[in-house]
């Protein structure tokens, strides 16, 4: 099946600092892929979703000057968490579809970037 | 608004069958999706259903709609120690809409 890779699979950051964790479609293009960020007690929460060429589009309650998507190409997207705190701790995976549309409806996930600020 | 519930943890002795619940408030709902995530992973398809289906089966998963009481359900015929892992029921309205997850029910298999 198609492949999404995420980078990195975890990360240490000072408070303070910001991170960038990439979301890449190996074998097909996307025009829309997917952040999402995962709690404690495994709720998956929808962050954003990022569409190649344009503005990403978040839900409520996600602060959009925080968490900085950019989907540059139809393979890549990056969320960018700025000046992180110990509160951002958490698993963020990101998720695609290919842009061809076709039967099969499948979104494939990264294998998610641990985030621990300290 | 669009809400996806379900039980936060199963137990299940090897070689019986698992069934996972969901219910979902979003009647608009096509797309209805069983994920699988093990320790430290990604999530991974394990099937999906349309709307407009009461049942389907792929090898030991079985998955039920009730669209009238929205209700959804994965059944794991002779569970393995395997199966072992979290399943997160989700929907989406349509396929390129994003997709809304329920809080995930953990697996736990018993010997």
């Known amino acids: 099946g198609a492949v999404v890779s995420q980078h990195p699979s975890w990360v240490i950051c000072k408070s303070g600092t910001s991170v960038k964790i990439e979301c890449r479609s190996l074998?097909?293009?996307?025009?829309?892929m997917f952040w999402y960020r995962q709690f404690p007690k495994k709720s998956l929460m929808l962050m954003a979703t990022?569409?190649?060429?344009?503005?990403?589009?978040?839900e409520q309650g996600v602060e959009k000057d925080k968490f900085l998507i950019n989907h540059a190409s139809l393979t890549l997207s990056t969320l960018t968490v700025t000046s992180a705190h110990p509160e951002d701790s958490s698993f963020y995976i990101c998720?695609?579809?290919?842009?061809?549309?076709?039967?099969?409806?499948?979104?494939?996930f990264g294998q998610g970037t641990r985030l621990t600020v300290v | 608004g669009e809400d996806v519930e379900q039980s936060l943890f199963l137990s299940v002795r090897e070689g019986d069958s698992s069934v996972i619940n969901c219910t979902y408030t979003?009647?608009?709902?096509?797309?209805l999706y069983w994920y699988k995530q093990e320790p430290g992973a990604g999530l991974q398809l394990l099937t999906y259903?349309?709307?407009?289906?009461d049942m389907k089966q792929d090898q030991r998963l079985t998955v039920l709609l009730n669209k009238k009481d929205k209700h959804l359900s994965l059944r794991i015929a002779d569970t393995q120690t395997g199966d072992s892992a979290i399943y997160f029921c989700?929907?989406?309205?349509?396929?390129?809409?994003?997709?809304?997850f329920g809080k995930g029910t953990r697996l736990h298999i018993l010997p």
């Open positions: 989700a929907e989406s309205l349509n396929r390129d809409d994003k997709i809304i």
């Open positions: 074998d097909f293009q996307a025009t829309t």
């Open positions: 979003d009647s608009s709902s096509t797309y």
């Open positions: 259903i349309f709307s407009n289906m």
């Open positions: 998720s695609a579809r290919d842009r061809i549309v076709g039967y099969n409806t499948e979104a494939f």
């Open positions: 990022s569409n190649e060429g344009s503005k990403a589009t978040y």
